[in-house]
Protein backbone atom coordinates (compact mmCIF):
# COMPACT_ATOMS: atom_id res chain seq x y z
CA UNK A 1 0.00 0.00 0.00
CA UNK A 2 2.83 2.27 0.87
CA UNK A 3 4.78 1.72 -2.57
CA UNK A 4 1.24 2.44 -3.97
CA UNK A 5 1.23 6.05 -2.68
CA UNK A 6 4.48 6.61 -3.04
CA UNK A 7 4.07 5.96 -6.73
CA UNK A 8 0.85 7.67 -7.07
CA UNK A 9 2.50 11.03 -5.68
CA UNK A 10 5.69 10.85 -7.44
CA UNK A 11 3.03 10.43 -10.58
CA UNK A 12 0.99 13.58 -9.27
CA UNK A 13 4.67 15.18 -8.93
CA UNK A 14 5.81 14.87 -12.73
CA UNK A 15 2.41 15.66 -13.73
CA UNK A 16 2.16 19.30 -12.56
CA UNK A 17 6.54 19.77 -12.44
CA UNK A 18 6.20 21.78 -15.67
CA UNK A 19 3.40 24.42 -14.55
CA UNK A 20 3.78 27.97 -13.11
CA UNK A 21 2.31 28.50 -9.68
CA UNK A 22 0.95 31.89 -8.74
CA UNK A 23 1.01 33.05 -5.61
CA UNK A 24 -2.19 35.68 -4.50
CA UNK A 25 -0.21 39.41 -4.37
CA UNK A 26 2.56 38.49 -6.35
CA UNK A 27 3.74 41.04 -8.87
CA UNK A 28 5.83 41.11 -12.07
CA UNK A 29 7.21 43.35 -14.52
CA UNK A 30 6.71 42.83 -18.52
CA UNK A 31 7.61 44.38 -21.93
CA UNK A 32 5.19 44.60 -24.78
CA UNK A 33 5.15 46.91 -27.41
CA UNK A 34 2.03 49.27 -26.41
CA UNK A 35 1.51 50.56 -30.23
CA UNK A 36 0.86 48.47 -33.39
CA UNK A 37 0.30 50.62 -36.55
CA UNK A 38 -1.64 48.34 -39.59
CA UNK A 39 -0.79 51.64 -42.00
CA UNK A 40 -3.18 52.16 -44.82
CA UNK A 41 -6.21 49.63 -44.82
CA UNK A 42 -9.45 49.23 -47.12
CA UNK A 43 -12.57 49.83 -45.84
CA UNK A 44 -14.26 46.70 -44.15
CA UNK A 45 -10.65 44.74 -43.59
CA UNK A 46 -10.06 43.55 -40.83
CA UNK A 47 -7.18 44.56 -38.83
CA UNK A 48 -4.96 41.71 -36.99
CA UNK A 49 -2.97 43.31 -34.51
CA UNK A 50 -0.50 41.52 -32.66
CA UNK A 51 1.39 42.36 -29.37
CA UNK A 52 4.12 40.44 -28.13
CA UNK A 53 4.15 40.77 -24.05
CA UNK A 54 7.34 39.03 -22.05
CA UNK A 55 7.57 38.56 -18.71
CA UNK A 56 10.86 40.36 -17.31
CA UNK A 57 10.19 39.95 -14.12
CA UNK A 58 10.51 36.55 -11.45
CA UNK A 59 7.25 35.82 -10.95
CA UNK A 60 4.48 34.33 -13.24
CA UNK A 61 3.22 37.18 -15.17
CA UNK A 62 -0.76 36.48 -15.08
CA UNK A 63 -3.20 38.20 -17.38
CA UNK A 64 -6.12 38.62 -15.88
CA UNK A 65 -8.52 40.53 -18.27
CA UNK A 66 -8.01 42.11 -22.14
CA UNK A 67 -10.57 44.60 -22.46
CA UNK A 68 -11.02 46.28 -25.92
CA UNK A 69 -12.50 49.94 -26.22
CA UNK A 70 -15.27 49.07 -28.32
CA UNK A 71 -17.73 46.08 -29.62
CA UNK A 72 -15.68 46.67 -33.29
CA UNK A 73 -12.60 45.38 -31.38
CA UNK A 74 -11.70 41.64 -30.21
CA UNK A 75 -9.05 40.33 -28.27
CA UNK A 76 -7.86 36.90 -26.89
CA UNK A 77 -6.51 36.21 -23.26
CA UNK A 78 -4.01 33.86 -22.81
CA UNK A 79 -5.40 31.20 -20.27
CA UNK A 80 -2.41 30.07 -18.29
CA UNK A 81 0.46 32.32 -16.66
CA UNK A 82 3.51 33.25 -18.53
CA UNK A 83 6.44 32.01 -16.40
CA UNK A 84 9.35 34.85 -16.25
CA UNK A 85 11.80 34.99 -18.80
CA UNK A 86 8.85 33.42 -21.56
CA UNK A 87 6.92 35.57 -23.57
CA UNK A 88 2.79 35.22 -25.39
CA UNK A 89 1.11 37.14 -27.89
CA UNK A 90 -2.03 38.98 -27.66
CA UNK A 91 -3.94 39.01 -30.56
CA UNK A 92 -6.30 41.65 -31.39
CA UNK A 93 -9.14 42.30 -34.50
CA UNK A 94 -10.95 45.23 -35.18
CA UNK A 95 -13.39 45.41 -37.68
CA UNK A 96 -13.26 48.83 -40.06
CA UNK A 97 -16.69 47.69 -42.49
CA UNK A 98 -18.78 50.19 -40.13
CA UNK A 99 -16.02 52.95 -39.35
CA UNK A 100 -16.62 56.27 -40.73
CA UNK A 101 -13.46 58.39 -40.14
CA UNK A 102 -10.76 58.36 -42.35
CA UNK A 103 -8.32 56.97 -39.41
CA UNK A 104 -9.00 55.06 -36.05
CA UNK A 105 -7.35 54.44 -33.39
CA UNK A 106 -8.83 51.69 -30.72
CA UNK A 107 -7.61 49.92 -27.41
CA UNK A 108 -7.10 46.96 -25.62
CA UNK A 109 -6.57 47.16 -21.73
CA UNK A 110 -4.35 44.42 -19.98
CA UNK A 111 -5.16 43.81 -16.66
CA UNK A 112 -2.03 42.29 -14.56
CA UNK A 113 -0.31 41.65 -11.83
CA UNK A 114 2.45 44.42 -12.09
CA UNK A 115 3.38 47.59 -10.73
CA UNK A 116 0.27 50.04 -12.13
CA UNK A 117 -2.41 46.30 -12.92
CA UNK A 118 -3.16 48.25 -15.92
CA UNK A 119 -1.39 48.72 -19.92
CA UNK A 120 -3.29 50.18 -22.70
CA UNK A 121 -2.17 48.89 -26.28
CA UNK A 122 -3.61 51.23 -29.24
CA UNK A 123 -3.98 49.86 -32.36
CA UNK A 124 -4.01 52.67 -35.41
CA UNK A 125 -5.32 52.75 -39.07
CA UNK A 126 -5.68 54.78 -41.74
CA UNK A 127 -9.09 54.28 -43.93
CA UNK A 128 -9.37 54.34 -47.58
Known amino acids: MKAL ?4 L ?3 CVACGGRS ?6 MTTMKVNEVF ?6 KGEVVKASFVVKNTGDAPLVISEVRPSCSCTVADKPTEPIAPGMSTTIVAKVETANVSAKSITKSVTLVTNTEGSTK ?4 KAKIK
Open 5 to 8: FITV
Open 10 to 12: LAF
Open 21 to 26: TVKVGE
Open 37 to 42: DAGTVV
Open 120 to 123: VLLI
